[in-house]
């Protein structure tokens, strides 16, 4: 058997030429191509005048922007970004304070005690 368009000599049954390629008119049994999963990419010039919120929630509710975060790292970067920053500046923001509170507790001299005397013995 010969190809049709090159003249090539093919095996028999070939359904395709193997040197230019095309059909040779009978059916064609092969495996669809596989499918690639495939992110959308994000818009690097889309508004951000919007991710301030997204960092005021992150900072009040520091568990809600680490959750936020690890959902939308892939979809929403820079939104997942400022989740992110609020509530690690809440962690960070808290950290200091309790530093400077168990600072100031422990810099303090306790105060002596007084004898608790019932007023009718003196």
Same mark, same amino acid.
């Given at each position: 058997?010969?190809?049709? %368009?090159?003249?090539?000599?093919?095996?028999?049954?070939?359904?395709?030429?193997?040197?230019?390629?095309?059909?040779?008119?009978? !059916?064609?049994?092969?495996?669809?191509?596989?499918? !690639?999963? @495939? =992110?959308?990419?994000?818009? !690097?010039?889309?508004?951000?005048?919007?991710?301030?919120? =997204?960092?005021?929630?992150? %900072? %009040?509710?520091?568990?809600?922007? #680490? #959750?936020? =975060?690890?959902?939308?790292? =892939?979809?929403?970067? @820079?939104?997942?970004?400022?989740?992110?920053?609020?509530?690690?500046?809440? #962690?960070?923001?808290?950290?200091?304070?309790?530093? #400077?509170?168990?600072?100031?507790?422990?810099?303090?001299?306790?105060?002596?005690?007084?004898?608790?005397?019932?007023? %009718?013995?003196?």
């Amino acid at each position: 058997m010969r190809c049709k %368009f090159c003249g090539k000599q093919l095996d028999e049954g070939s359904v395709v030429c193997p040197r230019c390629g095309k059909s040779q008119g009978g !059916e064609v049994n092969l495996p669809p191509p596989p499918v !690639e999963e @495939r =992110y959308t990419p994000f818009d !690097e010039s889309a508004d951000t005048s919007h991710l301030w919120k =997204y960092m005021v929630i992150g %900072f %009040f509710v520091p568990l809600a922007g #680490i #959750i936020l =975060y690890f959902m939308w790292r =892939y979809k929403k970067p @820079r939104t997942a970004q400022a989740c992110l920053k609020g509530a690690l500046v809440c #962690i960070a923001v808290g950290v200091v304070v309790l530093a #400077i509170c168990l600072l100031v507790m422990c810099g303090q001299e306790p105060e002596p005690q007084q004898p608790n005397i019932p007023p %009718f013995f003196e």
